[in-house]
């Protein structure tokens, strides 16, 4: 009997420890399950910050249309509480890009797509290979040209800041600072032809130019400059002429640098600009008024480009940006110490389109610094460790503004005999 007892008392060790074994394991298993629930949790809630930071930032841009239309620089605040809950708030806010800078007007930069050779080589030190891929398709990133140094570029050019100078993203709405769009002189003389010019100014100037055009067609921009310099019109009765006509049939004007933003050596990249001027120009608009920094005809009022620039200068030029970079960080913290350091964070950079109907996201890729605290207000250093980026999907969402719909640089909404092509822009997400 004692020899069964111990048999039995064995067979139930052996089950009794089984048993436990199975119930560590599951608990180990569970443990993994929450451990990943909690993981995917967070995960959920930084994507869920970061669209609704995009979203908030996107809609505050957008409602400063009719700032950009006249050239005055886009204003974000450097910092929004996006939610509350409880003790505890989730916080975004702008990084600074370049400098001291959280917003760069991508119209800055030099637009890769749209340069000429000699912008390229001015900007880049070369553009062989450039023009060779961009035959074949257009670049979607201003990184994609990263890959050409080896083949093409100096030691010089090659840094980490050979991005900051280039673009993909520089375009406008051709419209003019009321909101209409911009009058085609290029097309056959109508009576809704005059009858736009006489609402811009009045009967008597589109009489007078009805009669000038019969021996003076213009077919673009440059033509129409030559024809104010045939009959000696000064700089300063410049700007209503160039923010009322455009002989581009197009929604969207492409590749313009913005000369009220654009560093020195960018703006040197302008056909007949020289370094000096371009230097001249920076030092200058620093101290000129809103109204003569809305048209860029203002370097030649200052006397700072001679007028046979003219020419060549205006259609390569604008002032003012209407798609914006930022870097954007989301993290959460106490409700009483939003000034604090984020101990987690999530961060983006982003390109925000509001040139069309609606604000888009032109680009968005995560650059997310995970092991790196991110102090406030101080910048935040690079680190050592290779940044992980990565486009990010945008889904489609409908955006809370009210007058979208009759936003004056829909084509639907002027009745214009204008003929107008398919979207040029990069970026079809909105936020």
């Known amino acids: 009997m004692s020899h069964r007892h111990g048999i039995v008392l064995a067979a139930v060790l052996v089950v009794a420890a089984a048993s436990l074994w199975t119930t560590v394991a599951l608990l180990a298993r569970a443990g993994v399950e929450i451990s990943g629930v909690d993981g995917g949790s967070g995960s959920i809630q930084a994507e869920s910050a970061m669209r609704s930071a995009v979203l908030v930032y996107a809609s505050e841009l957008f409602e400063q249309r009719d700032e950009l239309r006249v050239g005055v620089a886009a204003q974000l605040d450097e910092q929004v509480v996006l939610w509350e809950s409880g003790t505890r708030s989730m916080v975004a806010r702008l990084m600074h890009l370049e400098g001291d800078q959280h917003m760069v007007a ?13 912008q390229l080589d001015h ?9 060779s891929t961009r ?26 800041g050979l991005c900051d100078r280039l673009t993909v993203h520089a375009h406008e709405p051709n419209v ?3 909101g209409n769009l ?76 913005d000369i009220n ?46 007028v046979e620039l003219a020419v060549d200068f205006f259609d390569r030029t604008t ?39 609606q ?28 940044v992980v980026s990565e486009t990010v999907e945008v889904l489609d969402a409908d955006v809370p503004v009210d007058d979208v719909a009759s936003d004056p640089s829909s084509p639907a909404e002027q009745g214009t005999p204008t003929t107008i092509d398919e979207d040029g822009r990069l970026g079809r997400w909105r936020p």
Not at 136 to 156: G, I, K, M, T
Not at 269 to 279: H, I
Request: aromatic share 6%.
């Open 182 to 257: 911009r009058i085609n002189l290029a097309i056959p003389w109508s009576e809704e032809l005059g009858e736009r010019i006489a609402t811009r100014f009045d009967k008597k100037v589109s009489d007078g130019l009805r009669a000038v055009l019969i021996d003076n067609p213009v077919k673009s921009d440059a033509d129409l400059m030559r024809l104010l310099l045939a009959f000696d019109v000064h700089p300063s009765d410049w700007p209503d002429a160039l923010d009322a006509f455009s002989m581009e049939p197009v929604q969207y004007r492409l590749g313009r640098i």
């Open 261 to 306: 933003s654009a560093s020195a050596e960018v703006l040197a990249s302008v056909p007949g600009v020289t370094s000096a001027q371009a230097s001249a120009m920076v030092e200058r608009r620093s101290s000129l008024d809103s109204e003569l920094l809305a048209t860029p005809a203002w370097p030649f009022i200052e006397g700072l480009l001679p």
């Open 319 to 357: 002032t003012g940006s209407w798609t914006w970079r930022v870097r954007i960080a989301c993290g959460e913290l106490p409700s009483d110490e939003l000034d604090a350091a984020f101990t987690s964070v999530h961060i983006a950079e982003v390109v925000l389109d509001v040139a069309g109907e």
């Open 359 to 386: 604000p888009r996201i032109a680009m968005m890729r995560d650059v997310t610094m995970r092991l790196q605290t991110v102090a406030w207000p101080e910048r935040l250093d690079e680190p050592e460790e290779e």
């Open 106 to 118: 991508e119209a800055s930069r030099l637009d890769i797509n749209h340069a000429t050779a000699d």
């Open 176 to 178: 003019q600072q009321n």
């Open 135 to 160: 035959g074949r398709h257009r670049f979607d990133d201003a990184r994609e040209v990263l890959p050409l140094l080896d083949q093409s570029a100096s030691e010089s050019t090659a840094d980490g």
């Open 123 to 131: 900007v880049l030190g070369f553009s062989e290979s450039i023009l």
